[in-house]
């Protein structure tokens, strides 16, 4: 492994894959162009030179991150001799997706950044409980085989997701999530899943949109409702949710210490305190590129190493924080919507129904998946009337193709997902789900399977009945159908 600067450390995502362990983040490109503004593409470019010489090789983007793919492709078509690896990633909207359409996202990519092969592209799906988002990775993977993407990623993908598509056969080297001092989520199972299947976490949000650099220690309460960046805005969600002003100065406090000691910034702490968590390869640190570089004091991270006592202090001070709410992701897929905006507003117009309904006689609205089966044998997957809806014994597949693999968790997260799809379409939530039956092949099967419920269920606590049985089909591991009740007929 080399590197350009010797004491920039750097990390093998996979081969022929080596980055830089802090990535350059061009999202604020995006929050630069707010309003109509028109950066010149050429000087934003020339801007990504100085990390380049100093090391600091890797830059983070997106499709919507304003003309970031279109500033790194310049700067690789004007600094081709200099090595950079740029890491793109692909947030389509929710609903169903063509293999026409994945292949057009992937070629604008690889056309905004000039390359033939894009260096890892990450996924971003909203919505769980429609399939679409697995089958879209399998055709991504389709494109990476034929050399179109060099290396698949995910972003805000939470454990029990990242278990369906490593088991699902989908070959992720990394999974981009929020984690900071302040979003200590992925902590918990999601970087331990991540070590055991060598998945690499890109840690994002680690200085928390510069609300844990020096500038905030000791400084009065800002007006939450005046911020001017986006980042500001999205992460002082973050810091209200976690406690408030006084929690993060209590965090500062413990961060400024630290720094104080080893003669370094907060935001070194910070950044160093997540670099060295089990599981993660990098932190993304953003970028006003042509306004604020910040690269010499980035760089005194790699000489920074924190003491047990420091960790202690910082452990002890994140012990009065509130835990942020869910696992990796869920800020972006259910409350509190921890966005710039509070809400999706700014991200999607709709989130579409995952499957077709279809009204009946005798007020019977059916939802159907597509499978075959359905007109076979003669079912829906789900059926409502009035307030109720019942689900049918619903197993992990797309089409002919079994999900999860020979792992009953995976399996069970992916039916559940299912389950929620029909339930969606027809008007419902998980939360309305009064019953659910389980059905597992193998008896020693059920811990996984029932604990795979339980994190899904544990809030709403349903009735249940687990059973012993043979399932339709050997690769099948497990079947559950539901009954939900909405307490209300507004059909």
Known sequence: ??????????????????????????????????????????????????????????????????????????????????????????????????????????????????????????????????????????????????GLIRHLGLTNVDTAHLRIAITSGIDVVSNQVSFSLLDQRAAGGLAPFCVEHGVHLLAYGTLAGGWLTDRWLGAPEPD?????????????????????????????????????????????????????????????????????????????????????????????????????????GDEYRKPPFLTASGDLSHHLDAMPAPYQTVLRDHGRTLCLSGTPWESVAGFARAVRRGSRVLVSGTTATIGDRVIGASDPAAQTHFVIDKIEGALQSLGATLADVVRTRVYVRNLGDWEPVARAHGERFAAIQPANTLVTAALVGDEYLVEIEAEADLGRDDT
Request: glycine content about 8%.
């Open 224 to 328: 939450w409702e005046r911020l001017p960046t986006w980042s500001m805005m999205k992460y002082g969600r973050f810091a209200r949710v976690a406690g408030g002003w006084s929690a993060l100065q209590c965090v500062l406090r413990a961060a400024g210490a630290v720094a104080a000691r080893h003669g370094v910034s907060i935001a070194n702490v910070s950044s160093r305190y997540i670099l060295d968590q089990p599981g993660v390869a990098g932190v993304i640190i953003g970028a006003r590129l042509g306004e604020r570089e910040h690269i010499d004091d980035t760089l005194r991270i790699f000489s920074l190493a924190l003491t047990d006592e420091d960790r202690s202090e910082i452990r002890e001070a994140l012990s009065t924080l509130r835990p942020i709410p869910g696992d990796c």
């Open 1 to 146: 492994m080399t590197s350009l600067a010797p004491n920039v450390e750097r990390r093998d995502l996979a081969r022929e894959l080596s980055i830089s362990r802090v990535l350059t983040g061009l999202w604020q490109i995006a929050d630069m162009e707010r309003g109509g503004r028109a950066l010149d593409l050429d000087r934003a470019a020339a801007a990504m030179r100085p990390y380049v010489e100093a090391g600091l090789t890797t830059f983070d983007m997106a499709d919507h991150y304003g003309s970031a793919e279109v500033v790194a492709g310049r700067f690789r078509s004007k600094d081709s001799e200099r090595p950079a690896q740029l890491l793109t990633k692909w947030v389509p909207k929710p609903g169903k997706v063509s293999r026409a359409e994945v292949h057009a996202a992937v070629d604008r990519a690889r056309a905004r950044l000039g390359v033939d092969a894009i260096d890892l592209l990450q996924y971003h799906a909203w919505n769980y409980a429609d399939p679409i988002w697995l089958e879209t990775l399998y055709e991504l993977q389709d494109l990476k085989s034929r």
